[in-house]
Every structure is written in C-alpha cells, then in structure tokens.
C-alpha cells in the first residue's frame, strides 16, 4: 500500500516510539516541516507544527508535529512515495518534566528550544497563539500561565482598536493552487469525462428524525456525542445498495484504449466505503467509512465522529482517503436544495442531501366516522435528494429504483431495522 507525497509524509500517530535516555530522547515517524529543505539536517520544529503535506489519490491533507525538537534524520525527498506506516523523520527532543507548572525558553547553540508543561501548553493551543511571542515573568524568564491570559487579554485589546481593513483585494494577484485544489482540479477534470446521469426527488424526512431522537436517547456502549442524521443516511443508503450493486462498481479501463467497450471491465465491489463529502478548514476532503454494510447505525456514528475530529485538525489519514466505493455529499447543512454532484471518477454514483425544510404537502387520510377518504395539507420535513451516476453503465431507471428503495428505507425505519443483520 503506497501513497504519493508531495512533501514527506508519515502515518505517524501509529508510529510513536521513544528511546528513553537521561538527557535526550528521540521520537520516531514525526513527518517534515514544510519549510525544512531536503538537506537541512538540524532544524528545529515546534509541537503543531505544519510540517507535511500528504497527498493521496483523492486529496491532500496537512499534518502537523507532535513535537518540539531537532531533525535528525530525512528518510524521503520531495516527491517520493513513501510506504504508508514507514517512517520519514527522526525528532530529536528535549526530554520534558510534565511535573512543571510553566514554559520556558532555552537558548542553547543559537537556537530556541520551548519547552511547555501540559497546562501551560493547553491553554497557548486553545488559543492558537506563538508562545515564542509571550514575554515570561516567571523565574528565568519562565511564561506562567497568567503571562498567557495576560497576552490573550491584550491580544483582544488590540483586535477591537484595530482600524476595519476590508477583505476585498485592492489588486490583482496570482497564486498558486493550494494542494487540495490541486487533487480537486485533477480528479474533477477526468470525472467529467464521465457523462452524468442525474435525478433528484425528495422525501419525507418526519420518521427519520423520530428515528434519531429515539436511538439518540439510548444507552449505548459507544463513545458517540451524539447521533446526527449522517449515520442513518449512510447505512440505510447501503441497505439499498444491496440490491443496486452496479451503484458500487466500478470501471476497469486501460491507458491508451480508446474508449474501446472490448475491453472494459466492471469491478463489482463486496465492501461499500462510502465516501462522505466533508468541509475542513482546508477545504472539501472525501474520507470514506469502510465496510459500511457489516456496521451498525451507532458503529458508523462513532467512524464519522473519528473522521470529522480529525478533519477539524486537518490529520485525515491517507487510509481514510483511499478505496471509496460511492459517496454522499450532506450539503443541506450549509444550504441549497437541488445540485448537480459530479461523481468520483473511481466511483459510478455520488448521491448529495439539501437542505431539510419544513413544508406544507397532501396527505390522504380517512375519516374516522364516515371512513370517507380526503385529501389535507399538513406541514412535513421534507429533504430534497439528488444523484448524478455514471450514464455509461447505468441508466435512469436503475436510479429511480434505487432512489424508490432508500426513499422507502428512511420513510419507513421499522423496515430498515427490519432489514439489519
Ligand atoms: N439540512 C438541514 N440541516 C441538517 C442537514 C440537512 N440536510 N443535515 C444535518 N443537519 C443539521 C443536523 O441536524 C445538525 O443540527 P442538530 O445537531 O441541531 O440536529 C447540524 O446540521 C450539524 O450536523 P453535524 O452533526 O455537524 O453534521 P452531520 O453528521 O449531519 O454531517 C458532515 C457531517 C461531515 C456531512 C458535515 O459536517 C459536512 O461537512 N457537510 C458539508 C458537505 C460538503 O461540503 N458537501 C459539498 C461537497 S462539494
């Protein structure tokens, strides 16, 4: 398993080790600073850190260090695919007393070393200053906690006396793509190539927030904060799937063959990894939740909830990012009610979720006394749901069945437990 770097790139979480000694020890599989040239051997890295940018077949995430120390040693150049779980960098760090109550600078050979108790360092991390930038009046210069505060109150001081400076350039000027508009470029590039099929249609979303309030009061095992509507979108979306294979093919074609129908294969895949369209600080990343079809409702709230974690600190794993099958794409919590998503030119469907609204529609009911049959409006939630598949190999009323079959799953959750194994 391999993934493509554009700069150094290191599955470090998994990778932590420590060689224990009296002054110093060395904490392996920190990835590089961004900014530390190939062959700059004995830089120095501060703990949140950028330090890499990881770039997989789907998108690219940024890391930042877990440390504060020296680089030691550079396993891998720019540009290399490194191994995923191999190491690319040896830290060298300051061996910590977690015991102290402060942070202090320490100059040694022209470079500063920080060194941050776990509270200190907490309360600088929350509220994402430099602590490089705080004045210590501690012992030795020591930065106690109240010297933070003292800097975050002043900090606020200064913003509200800030003259308003608008956001709007005054020139023009040209950049670069960032790396995860770089992917996006690519990989939108070659799906549309793809010609889409698309179809929308809306459903009665009334039971499935019943649904969630009911299980969202459970006593479960699970470390789950709380359930949102994404977990029993996404299971029941691949109850339905079941019978829809084609939905989680893919298409198996060769460089150079033209188009040429011969030879192109379907691969039908056994695991649904459903991808699950999802805005970061860095922009729109696609982590997928493996084998969504042997998980039940609370196990897939607890993937999410690891994923949109982890996407909030920009430390998406390449894994996470690798071998989605289909995805979803919840744009109705921004807004928007129709949309036109383009699928993932490894996948053959996406399907995207607008914006729930709460709408008056007929309803026939019957009378209770005369047993007449009438129409009325009532007020319903009603969630608006496109999709956009792959119109080589599926046609329209593959997707309306499909659409049919989910609609009948979130309308009905006494079915889809009905149908969990
Ligand atoms: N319409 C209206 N409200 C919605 C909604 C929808 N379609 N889906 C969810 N909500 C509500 C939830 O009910 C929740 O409110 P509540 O807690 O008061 O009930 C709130 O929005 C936020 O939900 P949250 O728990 O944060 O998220 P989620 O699990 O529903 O969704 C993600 C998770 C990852 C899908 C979501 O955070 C995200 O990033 N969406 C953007 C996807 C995107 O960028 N798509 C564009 C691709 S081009």
Redesign the pocket.
């Known amino acids: 398993m391999t993934t493509q770097i554009k700069r150094f790139f290191d599955d470090y979480s998994r990778h932590f080790r420590m060689n224990g000694g009296s002054i110093k020890s060395i904490k392996y599989g920190v990835s590089l600073k961004r900014n530390i040239r190939n062959d700059r051997k004995g830089d120095h890295v501060s703990e949140f850190d950028k330090i890499c940018e990881v770039q997989s077949d789907k998108a690219s995430v940024e890391i930042t260090s877990r440390y504060t120390g020296i680089v030691k040693e550079l396993f891998y150049k720019i540009g290399d695919m490194a191994k995923v779980g191999s190491k690319i960098v040896d830290i060298e760090t300051e061996n910590i007393n977690e015991t102290i109550d402060s942070t202090v600078g320490n100059v040694s050979d022209g470079k500063l070393y920080m060194l941050a108790a776990p509270a200190v360092r907490r309360i600088v991390r929350e509220h994402n200053i430099d602590i490089k930038s705080i004045k210590g009046t501690g012992k030795d210069g020591r930065v106690t906690k109240e010297d933070v505060l003292n800097h975050v109150a002043d900090l606020k001081i200064a913003d509200i006396q800030k003259p308003y400076v608008s956001q709007y350039p005054v020139e023009d000027k040209i950049v670069p793509l960032t790396n995860i508009q770089k992917s996006m470029f690519k990989i939108m590039t070659k799906s549309l190539q793809i010609p889409h099929f698309g179809y929308s249609d809306e459903y009665s979303f009334d039971n499935v927030i019943s649904f969630r309030d009911m299980i969202g009061q459970s006593n479960n095992q699970f470390s789950i904060k709380?359930i949102?509507?994404?977990?029993i979108l996404i299971k029941s979306f691949s109850v339905a799937l079941q019978q829809f294979p084609i939905l989680n093919a893919s298409i198996i074609e060769k460089e150079n063959d033209d188009g040429d129908s011969n030879v192109i294969k379907i691969r039908y895949r056994s695991a649904h990894n459903v991808g699950?369209?999802?805005?970061?600080p860095g922009g729109?990343l696609?982590p997928n939740i493996k084998n969504v079809q042997t998980k039940s409702i609370f196990e897939i709230s607890e993937d999410?909830q690891r994923?949109?974690e982890a996407?909030k600190k920009n430390l998406i794993s390449p894994t996470d990012l690798k071998d989605g099958t289909i995805t979803?794409?919840?744009?109705?919590?921004?807004g928007g009610i129709f949309l036109s998503?383009v699928v993932v030119c490894s996948e053959l469907c996406i399907a995207?979720?607008?914006?729930?609204?709460r709408l008056p529609r007929f309803e026939i009911i019957k009378d209770k006394i005369t047993g007449e049959i009438k129409e009325q409006v009532v007020a319903k939630n009603i969630?608006p749901i496109s999709f956009s598949a792959d119109h080589r190999v599926i046609d329209g009323v593959t997707i309306a069945k499909f659409s049919q079959r989910w609609k009948n799953l979130l309308e009905n959750p006494a079915l889809l437990s009905a149908e969990l194994r």
């Open positions: 709380k949102s509507y994404m977990p699950i369209a999802m805005d970061t729109l696609v999410l994923l949109q996407g979803l794409s919840n744009i109705g919590i921004i998503p995207a979720i607008g914006k729930i609204q969630v």
